[in-house]
């Protein structure tokens, strides 16, 4: 869970003015299944921000680099997690992890918001409960006001289905909160019997 600090500081910073989108999209990392996907979700997102930056199949260095210049970031890709080392999370990347370590070390942010479309980024450890860190928890520790995260493993189909509601909202509604849970209602209505398609999704800002 975020801790009170940085829900106070996210709450206490004024939002980032607009800037280019960052996509992180890997649909085929090495040594990992396939996200054929992940495909649609970086046409729509391409579509929908003209102004954007897209680091297709990205590597590490580059993904840690364009994290400290953009306020607005949407990653794409497989994510693990280890429920007894929680610092060895990461985003799986064309070269590697980039960890939750690496996060955490990433210089102070004014990133606006992050968007975490893979599995398990707001899913903790099994020790120390009452000081979890999870993937979303690094990027809103180092200052990203606003992010979208996932609870456990979700549907490749119904992620990108998920960026696709996701984004329109966002720009109706001045709460990324609000626009979350809208989401999540509408593919509830589509998916009823199927949880595991719109349960992981939640948000952590102010």
Not at 24 to 30: D, E, G, L, S
Not at 120 to 131: K, R, V, Y
Request: aromatic share 6%; glycine share 4%.
């Amino acid at each position: 869970m975020p801790s009170l600090r940085a829900l106070a500081q996210a709450r206490e910073t004024a939002p980032a003015p607009p800037g280019n989108l960052l996509i992180i999209a890997v649909p085929k990392a090495p040594d990992a299944a396939p996200l054929p996907n992940v495909d649609a979700e970086r046409a729509f997102l391409t579509r929908e921000f003209p102004r954007h930056t897209l680091l297709h199949d990205a590597r590490r260095e580059s993904a840690r680099d364009a994290l400290s210049r953009h306020t607005r970031v949407h990653f794409a890709c497989h994510a693990t997690q280890n429920l007894v080392a929680p610092s060895e999370a990461g985003f799986v990347l064309q070269d590697g992890l980039l960890s939750l370590t690496d996060l955490l070390a990433q210089p102070p942010s004014q990133g606006e918001l992050a968007v975490l479309s893979a599995c398990q980024t707001a899913t903790g450890g099994i020790t120390h409960l009452d000081e979890v860190m999870t993937l979303a928890n690094a990027l809103h520790h180092t200052g990203w006001r606003h992010v979208i995260a996932t609870q456990f493993s979700v549907w490749d189909d119904a992620a990108a289905r998920f960026t696709e509601l996701l984004y329109p909202l966002l720009s109706e509604q001045a709460d990324p909160a609000e626009a979350v849970h809208a989401a999540v209602r509408i593919l509830r209505d589509a998916y009823p019997n199927s949880p595991s398609r719109w349960a992981p999704y939640l948000h952590t800002g102010p």
